[in-house]
């Protein structure tokens, strides 16, 4: 009897249209549980496009276990694209009501993340449980995928034409990116011309190297000597002839 009360006393303050005091009393008897005064706040902070003080009330509602607030407030955070908040309150929804059709919204949820491996686990599992589209939506996958290969492809068809130009080589097997002329010599777009500087003592190459990072060269700035392992790699007759096509010089330092 006394929350009517409450209640009463915020319908009479509204009726006399003093919003201070009626928004005063819902909230007294919002705060003592009651879904009605909830679901007033909300609407009115709404329509007032007070939306951090909505979501306040909709979280509320939600944290009684209402399915309706959750899902309401999954939507306004997909529609304002904070997909992980999205992503957060379909899977409490999911939870609660265990309706399979929110499989879907947290698919998509991480499908405009870009996050395509878990999109497609959410996908399949609306698919496993019949959900209309799911199917559709696990072909939206597969495309996806192949975008994901072209531009990647893309990429490195890119930076290997830039390797190219630039006299550099880039070995498959180790991801090393090695320079195809010895120092003192130029890159020609094919072979190298001019000679190389012979001899470097240790401190003289470790000062080439610093120049080549402070000049990027080739676009890096994290040039360094090869450890003895990675040099060994280039002894090989076929790699040898492709990184220093002529001028070979066998002696180079090594860390």
Same mark, same amino acid.
């Given at each position: 009897? &006394? /929350?009517?009360? %409450?209640?009463?006393? /915020? ?5 006399? $249209?003093?919003?201070?005091?009626? #928004?005063? +009393?819902?909230?007294?008897? /919002? &705060?003592? !549980? ?54 957060? +309150? ?6 609660? @009501? ?8 947290? !698919? ?13 686990? +959410? ?13 559709? $939506? ?9 975008? =994901? ?13 830039? %390797?190219?130009? *630039?006299?550099?080589? $880039?070995?498959?097997? *180790? ?13 020609? !777009? ?8 012979? &001899?470097? *003592? ?5 000062? /080439? ?8 060269? !080739? @676009? ?18 076929? =790699? *040898?002839? #492709? =990184? ?12």
């Amino acid at each position: 009897q &006394h /929350a009517q009360y %409450i209640i009463d006393i /915020a319908k009479s303050y509204y009726a006399l $249209k003093d919003m201070n005091n009626s #928004l005063l +009393w819902y909230k007294k008897s /919002a &705060h003592l !549980g009651n879904v009605d005064s909830i679901n007033f706040l909300v609407r009115f902070y709404e329509k007032e496009k007070e939306l951090q003080k909505m979501l306040y009330w909709l979280k509320v509602l939600a944290d009684l276990g209402y399915v309706d607030a959750i899902e309401q407030l999954a939507q306004f955070y997909t529609i304002n694209k904070n997909y992980d908040q999205a992503i957060l +309150w379909y899977k409490k929804a999911f939870e609660l @009501g265990e309706e399979y059709q929110y499989s879907i919204n947290i !698919g998509d949820s991480y499908y405009f993340k870009n996050d395509i491996d878990e999109a497609e686990y +959410w996908y399949q599992q609306a698919a496993n449980y019949g959900v209309d589209n799911a199917e559709e $939506k696990l072909l939206l996958i597969e495309e996806a995928r192949q975008k =994901i290969y072209e531009q990647e492809a893309l990429l490195e068809r890119k930076e290997q034409e830039k %390797i190219e130009r *630039t006299g550099l080589w $880039k070995d498959p097997s *180790t991801n090393k990116t090695w320079m195809r002329c010895s120092l003192g010599q130029i890159w020609t !777009g094919n072979d190298c011309e001019n000679n190389s500087k012979q &001899h470097y *003592t240790w401190e003289e190459a470790k000062s /080439a190297i610093n120049e080549l990072n402070e000049q990027e060269y !080739g @676009g890096y700035k994290n040039w360094r000597l090869p450890y003895l392992v990675e040099l060994e790699t280039l002894q090989n007759n076929e =790699i *040898t002839q #492709l =990184i220093y096509p002529s001028n070979y010089i066998s002696r180079f330092w090594s860390i």
